[in-house]
């Protein structure tokens, strides 16, 4: 069977994402997303988020040129998702006559720089592309993001075609502060998998893992320094490392910082789960991976070098792309595989937000909407960008015909959304939390013991998460 996607078996496949999506969690970061047994920690919230409903009289009109020479900047990722957006904002620029000064560092440097910038009072950019599973509490707290629901609302500033109804229940829970603000337009959902390279897997006839030990077992018979193979590859960079160890935690079926703010890194769960992650890392990754975030372990991957990679499901795109890839059409996307206790995709979710400090709020809220719109985000999933926030893109006929990546990553994409969970705590100290976790399983890829250095991390977070939750 060919490895592309036709449009009858895309639809038949994806029909069911919009109606999962509804299932996702909305205020409560730490309740599951599916209908399988919740863990005691979890509890569910309203499914519904919406904003009153526009009431046009005559004389209403959107124009999209209505900020016409206006120059905004734009402060992204250099990710997938950000790509796409650099690479059409001539339409965006044709459409509106608004010119775009973009700044895409990368993720880790984006952070620190809003960091620095929200503190401050003043910030260089207008519209930011920012991460909801790291900045959502802290952003919303301070209310450094501009709430939207006001351009909702109003006729003559959100364009008739936007459809805020179109966006999935998940993303929308993302986009939505615990008192109803509107922080920003939801853009992508993504969830953690596994990307295994089926060329080393069938040298040695290994079945791709469907369970935690069969991802060990496989490692450990695939991994081959001498011929530059590895067994696995993941984040072991302080701080990106956190996400990696969560998503490895869900499956004991336990949320790091449940819904009423327990701290359970001294779990017995989260030791094992922690023993785990030091397993892999230690004895089956490249020379060098605790300075490895994303972009490092997509390299090695990419190169043909790794067996297994665990990461977000975005990375489609670049797998795929012969002038940067040696993998194109050897990449097995695999749900993330069922643990001890639980099976569970570790979910993330990233929007547009506008700075409370834009001295050009509407300007700003044109690319907000742009961004978020229909069309670009059709673009995104057919490149295979991760699972976007619209429920329209599994069905948008452009998207059909110009699909660049597997069938199989579109069958990953799907079925990871069938057991969506958070995979980090929503806390406004999420950065530190990443921080100071990210210490401790760096030393325990030096080889340090998981439960003295998780008692030395908890001790020293659980004050800073007191402090910012009183």
């Known amino acids: 069977m060919s490895d592309k996607l036709t449009r009858r078996e895309f639809l038949r496949r994806t029909a069911i994402v919009g109606a999962s999506a509804a299932a996702l969690p909305i205020l409560n970061a730490c309740a599951p997303a599916t209908q399988a047994p919740a863990p005691a920690s979890s509890s569910a919230a309203s499914s519904s988020v919406s904003v009153p409903a526009v009431v046009k009289t005559p004389g209403d009109a959107f124009s999209w040129q209505r900020f016409k020479g206006e120059k905004i900047e734009a402060l992204l990722i250099k990710n997938t998702q950000g790509d796409i957006m650099v690479k059409n904002i001539k339409e965006f620029e044709d459409l509106t006559g608004i010119t775009v000064g973009i700044d895409q560092p990368a993720e880790q440097q984006q952070r620190q720089k809003l960091s620095v910038e929200f503190s401050s009072g003043q910030t260089s950019f207008d519209v930011v592309y920012y991460s909801f599973h790291v900045q959502k509490r802290l952003f919303g707290k301070n209310k450094w993001v501009?709430?939207?629901?006001?351009?909702?609302?109003?006729?003559?500033?959100?364009?008739?075609?936007?459809?805020?109804?179109?966006?999935?229940?998940?993303?929308?829970?993302?986009?939505?502060?615990?008192?109803?603000?509107?922080?920003?337009?939801?853009?992508?959902?993504?969830?953690?998998?596994?990307?295994?390279?089926?060329?080393?897997?069938?040298?040695?006839?290994?079945?791709?893992?469907?369970?935690?030990?069969?991802?060990?077992?496989?490692?450990?018979?695939?991994?081959?320094?001498?011929?530059?193979?590895?067994?696995?590859?993941?984040?072991?960079?302080?701080?990106?490392?956190?996400?990696?160890?969560?998503?490895?935690?869900?499956?004991?079926?336990?949320?790091?910082?449940?819904?009423?703010?327990?701290?359970?890194?001294?779990?017995?769960?989260?030791?094992?789960?922690?023993?785990?992650?030091?397993?892999?890392?230690?004895?089956?990754?490249?020379?060098?991976?605790?300075?490895?975030?994303?972009?490092?372990?997509?390299?090695?991957?990419?190169?043909?070098?790794?067996?297994?990679?665990?990461?977000?499901?975005?990375?489609?795109?670049?797998?795929?792309?012969?002038?940067?890839?040696?993998?194109?059409?050897?990449?097995?996307y695999v749900v993330a595989p069922a643990g001890p206790k639980g099976n569970w995709a570790g979910m993330t979710g990233d929007?547009?937000?506008?700075?409370?400090?834009?001295?050009?709020?509407?300007?700003?809220?044109?690319?907000?909407?742009?961004?978020?719109?229909?069309?670009?985000?059709?673009?995104?999933?057919?490149?295979?960008?991760?699972?976007?926030?619209?429920?329209?893109?599994?069905?948008?006929?452009?998207?059909?015909?110009?699909?660049?990546?597997?069938?199989?990553?579109?069958?990953?994409?799907?079925?990871?959304?069938?057991?969506?969970?958070?995979?980090?705590?929503?806390?406004?100290?999420v950065t530190e939390f990443r921080d100071i976790f990210g210490v401790a399983l760096t030393n325990m890829i030096g080889g340090a013991d998981p439960a003295t250095e998780l008692k030395k991390a908890t001790d020293e977070f659980k004050p800073i998460l007191d402090k910012s939750e009183a």
């Open 146 to 332: 501009t709430d939207v629901r006001d351009y909702l609302k109003d006729p003559t500033m959100t364009a008739p075609e936007f459809d805020w109804d179109d966006f999935s229940a998940a993303g929308k829970a993302w986009a939505t502060e615990a008192d109803g603000r509107i922080d920003a337009l939801p853009n992508k959902i993504d969830y953690g998998v596994l990307y295994c390279n089926k060329d080393i897997f069938a040298a040695k006839n290994v079945p791709l893992p469907k369970t935690f030990d069969d991802v060990v077992n496989a490692a450990k018979t695939l991994h081959d320094p001498s011929k530059n193979i590895y067994g696995f590859v993941g984040r072991g960079l302080k701080n990106a490392n956190a996400y990696l160890w969560c998503l490895m935690i869900l499956g004991w079926n336990i949320d790091v910082i449940d819904s009423k703010l327990n701290l359970n890194t001294m779990s017995p769960e989260v030791i094992e789960a922690s023993k785990y992650y030091q397993n892999l890392q230690k004895n089956y990754a490249p020379p060098g991976v605790v300075g490895f975030n994303w972009n490092e372990s997509q390299s090695a991957f990419a190169l043909g070098q790794v067996a297994m990679w665990w990461d977000g499901v975005g990375f489609a795109a670049p797998l795929e792309d012969a002038k940067s890839s040696k993998v194109v059409g050897k990449v097995a």
């Open 351 to 429: 929007g547009m937000g506008i700075s409370s400090f834009s001295k050009k709020k509407g300007p700003a809220w044109y690319f907000s909407m742009w961004a978020a719109s229909k069309g670009l985000l059709a673009k995104s999933f057919a490149a295979g960008s991760g699972a976007q926030a619209r429920n329209s893109v599994y069905t948008n006929p452009d998207a059909l015909k110009s699909l660049t990546v597997p069938q199989a990553w579109v069958d990953c994409v799907v079925n990871s959304g069938k057991i969506g969970r958070p995979a980090l705590p929503i806390v406004v100290p």
